[in-house]
């Protein structure tokens, strides 16, 4: 089948040809069909199998007729995260190129005025992340009335992100007769309970089954034999490294993924320092750099890219030829969007896991997700690095051990050849006390202090309590006159 036989605009047609696509893929030829008959559909793929295509071809087609108005656009598109959105966005661009449908782009990190000017003037298609989407409607500047078609798009990520309440919200400030395509990789009970609400009769798209990975991606699984975990992140820095070495110049970009943002910018250094080419992208970085290291990945400037899970959709890089995962991740569903990110397209694809002992429940998590153990390799590249690492690993601790004993009692030959001291003798308090700023007997230097001045305050009288006044009255009159009185008065 070709897209020529699904009924598109020939507009669109003409800018999928120019875009170089000649055949649809499985999701595209059940999907896009049915969208064109108004249909809700539920279409559940793999990442990498061209979702977003099913319903950017389709909208552009139905929205070529019409026109917008202001503050009312006309279809919604819903993403997870920038980066989605900003792909989706680029689809349109290539897509719609012949047609002349406005476009306004919804995201966080941009100025609220710039999005305001565009809604303003009235937009075909609007794409949105659900926070800055309900920050727009209660700031008065949106109204979804208007909506024709919405989409959402990886809705197993929403629920992941939390942005299952806003979905809800926004499914109800659009009106019922809207058209709904509804596209995830995995069904959970959530998704289900949502598309059970929100969808009129949808028919249901399933080209692969729920949460498997692509036959045309060659897995493979490297373990680091950390023995001690104080030593683990090291080995596995030193075992990426030798991988990357390994594979040579079949490597032509990668997406190393790493669970925790630290993580990202540490590897990030650690691989600068040693020379390789790469950029880093997590969620806390401006809106601006993320975007200037995308399109410096997209454009072959940067040969590495290491990311959290903010990378592992949205980024339709058909040239990615492998995937890194320096964690084993805490949630084996991202593992199928993680090497996802290769062997897209048809392209063949090779994916890394790089599991230490600490990983072993992680790892059995994944391998029952997919269905299959994941291959194990062993590269001497990587015995060696991993060796080496130990080994520096001890003589820096070697090396400090030394320090620390030079800086303190020396070294144990120097120790054998001092005298021996008691630890109590005099010389010994001696000199600690001195140390302290104590004062040793026989120490005649005047005692620094208030001199011959003594302060008024000090010389003044303090009246006793009358309890006091009588026993210390008493007291003194029995002196007086007892027989002894001299005597204990001289005493």
Known sequence: MKFSELGLDPKV??????????????????????ALQGRDVLGIAQTGTGK????????????????????????LILAPTRELAAQVSENFETYGKYHKLSMALLIGGVSFAEQDRIIDRGVDVLIATPGRLIDHFERGKLMLTGIEIMVVDEADRMLDMGFIEDLERIFKLTPFTRQTLFFSATMPPEITRLTNEFLSNPVRVEVEKPATTAETIDQRLCEVPAARRDRTDREKRAALRALIKQEG?????????????????????????????????????????????????????????VASDVAARGLDIPS????????????????????????????????YTICAPADTKLLAKVEELIGKPIPRIELAGVTDATEQTAAETDSDERKHARRGRGRGRGTRAEQDRAPARSADSDEGKSKRSRRRGGRRDGDDRPV???GDHVPAFLLREVPLPSSSRRTAKKGSETSAEGPDAEELNAA
């Open 13 to 34: 047609l003409q800018a999928v040809e120019e875009a170089g696509y000649e055949t649809p893929t499985p999701i595209q030829a059940q999907a896009i069909p049915h």
């Open 52 to 75: 977003t295509a099913s319903f950017t071809l389709p909208m552009i087609s139905h929205l070529a007729s019409g026109r917008a108005r202001a503050r009312l656009p006309r279809s």
């Open 249 to 305: 110049d079949v490597l032509t970009n990668g997406i190393i993924f790493c669970n925790r943002k630290r993580d990202v910018s540490i590897l990030y250094k650690s691989l600068t320092s040693h020379g390789f080419s790469c950029g880093a992208l997590h969620g806390d970085l401006d809106q601006s750099v993320r975007m200037q290291v995308l399109a410096g990945f997209k454009n072959d400037q940067i040969k590495l890219l």
């Open 320 to 351: 990615v030829s492998h995937v890194f995962n320096y964690d084993v991740p805490f949630h084996a569903e991202d593992y199928v969007h993680r090497i996802g990110r290769t062997g897209r397209a048809g392209r063949s694809g090779v994916a």
């Open 448 to 450: 620094v202090g208030m």
